[in-house]
């Protein structure tokens, strides 16, 4: 059998995929990050909290209310973003003109009650959420038998980025939302109501992390602290494609996916911090990350 | 209105005679209490097998013993299963609040810290969460007792069930850590001694490990017949949810949770689960007993159900008190050590795990039950999850006194 550096080429095939697929969720996560952090300027800390929050919706529909996961795929980013409209309205749009700082602690401060909130109610251990049985299944691919519904995660992610670039880097939408990036005042005096535009790109950003909390509701356990683990590789995703770079975050999301799945075969121990290792290579050697602009 | 001096003298006087009276009684109260400090995971993911469900145990246990002529008090922190914080919270709770006896102590990461720290200040601890059977071994001391189950127990009894089913070949999925380390180190010796081999593992990062399929993919191209999960909580559940999406249970190879609670199992859903075989100390549904001990603490630990390591917590709070009224509590808050050996002098009797004993080097004997886990149509209900397959006595259960190495006994 072939190798490489002692690992069988199928199963390094298959690390790649899996890889890739896991790169599919930081890319999604991340993605809404930087959209966040891009046309807000806020540092969204509870995005981990909002992936869970997601997830748990998605729970809460099928458990009260019998409603199925292609509902829940709709129903739970909407209502999660709309929450995140609330907030937005509520008290981070008092922050706007203030340090970085205050918004990741308030932020920060809200994913921790968030969180507190849900355990409260139902504990650590996580809640049940199957798969559907469209998606249940298997494809022997020769070299790995891959999950049908790891392939429709890959799938709906690349959707989902490809659409979110498009609506900001190709629609009228998205030109109004870089203008007011750069000149709010003046995209006003247009007589483009930018306030309740920047309220619905925060909703939007939420509703991506929500979404990514629906898509893993099947395969990782839904529990109040899902979103934590997860929400630091993704900023140091977010950091290492250059913060508020839409296209980094999507590019930086896959590629840092395959690099973990790899160290996963050669160094499990590392895989939980080679992202981080690259993340002070790429800091040193291009402070404005990857794909940002310094 | 002018004061004299007499005045002034009488007044600072009666004062300071006032001011002592609280600060007496205060005293002389504190002498007759018994502090309790439950330390455990309160928000992560060992929160639902310890955390707050614990501490209402624990008062379980106290309010059973209230009017025995001393009081009785319990605190409870969060170590965040961070061995520095954990010691920090038993330090400041030794020297500063007066606590005699740590309790529950999930994480053996944490455990074996908390351990060495009760041996230095000469205090109780009675473990009842930690897996780590070093606790009783070649770490083992004399001011700490290993309550409800540890890494040996599950590597024989749920281990040794596999191995005799056939799966004589193992791949480790492992939890890099104090527990995942001896929970393979032990299942390792089994399987060995029965003839099988072990054929390869990975160490998967605790905390922050969401993703398990690669490792299962590598289990699986490894092509041993069993793979063996020598983690817990989120990783056990996240590993068998994905086993499923991949296939590998359908195609033949077995999983071995060698440590799953019945919250892991409620957690993953019937339909996931059934089938995996598990061992378990306690259950709520076993026998009459242990049905009262669950209709006492439900309410107060709802929507959570009372796992082996509450009854633990329980039990072991119950028979220190016992203890501390049989010898005293002067006796038993100065000398912790003399505490711990007058705790295995007592035999043990509780609704939880019936009648045991506490050996030399700290280890609670009492039964091992494997359990395999009902199918959806078997289950009359919510937590009716396990079928009975098979009882260890206490005795035969747990590591031999004399295979641990532990100092107490050698010596």
């Known amino acids: 059998m072939d190798e490489i550096f002692g690992i069988p080429t199928p199963l390094l095939f298959g690390q790649l995929l899996l890889g890739l697929i896991n790169g599919a969720f930081y890319a999604m996560l991340s993605l809404g990050l930087a959209v966040i952090f891009g046309l807000l300027n806020i540092i969204n800390f509870t995005h981990g909290a909002q992936f869970m929050m997601g997830a748990f919706v998605a729970w809460m529909l099928l458990h009260y209310l019998g409603i199925g996961y292609w509902w829940a795929l709709i129903l739970s980013p909407l209502l999660v973003g709309l929450t995140g409209v609330i907030l937005e309205r509520t008290m981070i749009c008092r922050l706007y003109k203030m340090d970085h700082l205050y918004g990741m602690l308030l932020t920060f401060g809200i994913s921790l009650i ?3 909130i849900f355990r409260n109610q139902y504990g650590s251990s996580g809640m049940p959420y199957r798969i559907p049985s469209q998606l249940s299944g298997a494809w022997d691919l020769g070299f790995m038998f891959m999950p049908v519904y790891r392939g429709w995660v890959v799938v709906f992610a690349l959707f989902a980025c490809i659409t979110t670039w498009l609506v900001i880097e190709k629609t009228r939408l998205g030109a109004y939302l870089r203008a007011a990036t750069e000149n709010a005042p003046l995209v006003q005096a247009f007589g483009v109501n930018v306030p309740r535009m920047i309220t619905l790109t925060y909703g939007a950003g939420v509703a991506l992390a929500a979404l990514a909390g629906v898509l893993a509701a099947p395969i990782y356990s839904v529990n109040p602290q899902m979103g934590t683990n997860l929400i630091i590789v993704v900023f140091a995703v977010v950091v290492i494609g250059g913060m508020g770079s839409i296209l980094g975050s999507v590019l930086t999301g896959f590629g840092l996916g395959i690099i973990e799945g790899l160290t996963k075969v050669f160094y499990p121990e590392a895989s939980a911090t080679v992202i981080f290792i690259i993340m002070v290579i790429v800091l040193l050697a291009r402070p404005a990350g990857l794909f940002g602009r310094a | 209105m002018s004061l004299s001096r007499r005045d002034i003298l009488a007044g600072s ?189 990975v160490r998967t990062p605790f905390p922050g490990t969401t993703d398990f399929s690669s490792f299962l993919v590598q289990a699986q191209a490894s092509r041993a017949k069993v793979i063996g999960l020598a983690n817990a909580g989120a990783d056990t559940t996240n590993c068998v949810k994905q086993a499923a999406e991949f296939g590998i249970t359908r195609r033949g190879i077995k999983i071995a949770s060698l440590l799953m609670f019945i919250n892991d199992v409620h957690a993953l859903g019937l339909p996931t689960a059934q089938g995996l075989v598990l061992t378990e100390t306690f259950y709520w549904d076993l026998n009459d007993a242990t049905r009262r001990f669950t209709n006492r603490v439900r309410s107060a630990m709802a929507p959570n159900m009372p796992a082996m390591t509450h009854a633990g917590t329980y039990a072991g709070a119950l028979h220190y008190l016992k203890t501390v009224a049989d010898m005293g509590v002067a006796a038993a808050k100065a000398d912790g050590a003399a505490a711990v050996a007058r705790m295995k002098a007592i035999p043990t009797e509780d609704d939880c795990f019936g009648k045991g004993t506490i050996r030399a080097d700290g280890r609670k004997l009492h039964p091992a039950y494997l359990f395999e886990v009902k199918t959806p149509a078997e289950s009359r209900g919510a937590w009716d999850y396990y079928k009975l397959l098979q009882t260890t006595p206490g005795e035969e259960a747990f590591r031999p006194l004399a295979e641990g190495n532990c100092p107490l006994v050698r010596s």
């Open chain 1, 114 to 116: 968030l969180e507190g």
């Open chain 2, 13 to 201: 006087a009666g004062a300071a005679a006032f001011g002592a009276l609280p600060y007496r009684s205060a005293k002389a109260q504190a002498a007759n209490t018994i502090r309790i400090g439950v330390l455990n995971d309160m928000s992560g993911m060992y929160r639902d097998i310890s955390g707050m469900s614990s501490v209402v145990c624990a008062r379980a246990a106290v309010q059973e013993f209230a009017g025995r002529g001393f009081n009785v008090e319990v605190l409870s922190a969060d170590h965040q299963n961070r061995a520095d914080v954990g010691v920090n919270i038993a330090r400041q709770w030794i020297d500063r609040e007066g606590v005699d006896v740590l309790l529950d102590v999930t994480t053996s990461s944490v455990a074996l810290a908390v351990s060495d720290i009760c041996r230095e200040k000469n205090k109780v601890h009675i473990n009842c969460s930690a897996a780590t059977s070093d606790l009783t071994g070649a770490r083992c001391n004399a001011n700490t007792v290993h309550w409800t189950y540890d890494t040996w127990m599950c590597a024989k009894s749920t281990g040794g069930a596999m191995v005799r089913a056939g799966g004589d070949s193992w791949f480790f999925i492992t939890a890099d850590y104090a527990f995942g380390h001896a929970l393979e180190r032990d299942t390792s010796n089994f399987i060995r001694a029965a003839g099988g081999r072990v054929l390869g593992q």
